[in-house]
């Protein structure tokens, strides 16, 4: 398994600012997710960070909106850009380590006004 | 394209009865691996089991146990003498190949009443 943190655990925030959420992992992983959770849903990919790519953005997820970045093989950071109500969310990273089991992080409860 | 049904929106129950849940998948892939997580009510998402595709064989863990059945496509988890700590949201997902995204199905709410 994996040990994942991240920060803040949970922020209140005005529209139009920005906020960076850091995840954590306690072993050197390849693949790393950002997944958002909406008030009441399920998850949703936003992207795949691997470390020394871009990363990939699912359908619906822009660069500009969702920068991430992954400088080494256990940290990778999400932005959330120019913050809207709607954007009100768990925010969570996972990753995926040997035996291909995947293990998410406490989350990141935002709450946008 | 990959999906994942979960059917039951809500189910409740009294303590040490049995509860099954259902996932419902649909993937072109014949290499894939099926998940189920649960949520408390604390938000975080705890890893329960991953199947791949080629093992159909069912599995048991203490109180829990999962049926995968690929004729049906089907991944269903039962609870066995349920208590109120299993109180939570559990979430079947998929993914179609080692290191790509997981698809989740809805959730399905369990309350467990003493």
């Known amino acids: 398994s994996a040990v994942i943190s991240q920060k803040p655990s949970r922020d209140i925030c005005q529209r139009g600012t920005s906020l960076t959420i850091q995840c954590q992992v306690d072993?050197?992983?390849?693949?790393m997710f950002w997944y958002r959770q909406q008030p009441g849903q399920s998850l949703t990919l936003i992207a795949t960070?691997?470390?020394?790519?871009?990363?990939?953005?699912e359908s619906g997820f822009v660069i500009d909106k969702f920068p991430i970045s992954r400088p080494n093989l256990t940290f990778s950071t999400l932005t959330v850009s120019n913050m809207s109500p709607e954007d009100s969310s768990i925010y969570l990273c996972?990753?995926?380590?040997?035996?291909?089991?995947?293990?998410f992080g406490p989350g990141t409860r935002l709450t946008v006004t | 394209a990959q999906k994942v049904t979960q059917a039951q929106t809500e189910i409740s129950v009294v303590e040490k009865e049995d509860v099954t849940l259902d996932c419902v998948y649909e993937?072109?892939?014949?290499?894939?691996?099926l998940f189920w997580y649960k949520q408390p009510p604390s938000g975080e998402l705890v890893f329960l089991i991953r199947r791949n595709s080629f093992d159909e064989q069912n599995e048991i863990s203490g109180r829990y146990s999962w049926n995968f059945q690929k004729s049906t496509s089907s991944f269903n988890f039962t609870i066995t003498a349920s208590q109120v700590v299993d109180s939570a949201v559990y979430f079947c997902?998929?993914?179609?190949?080692?290191?790509?995204?997981?698809?989740f199905g809805a959730g399905t709410i369990l309350r467990v009443k003493s």
């Open positions: 072993s050197q992983v390849t693949m």
């Open positions: 960070a691997n470390q020394g790519s871009e990363a990939t953005y």
């Open positions: 993937t072109r892939d014949t290499t894939y691996y």
């Open positions: 996972s990753v995926e380590v040997w035996g291909y089991e995947q293990y």
């Open positions: 997902a998929l993914s179609e190949a080692n290191g790509n995204k997981l698809v």
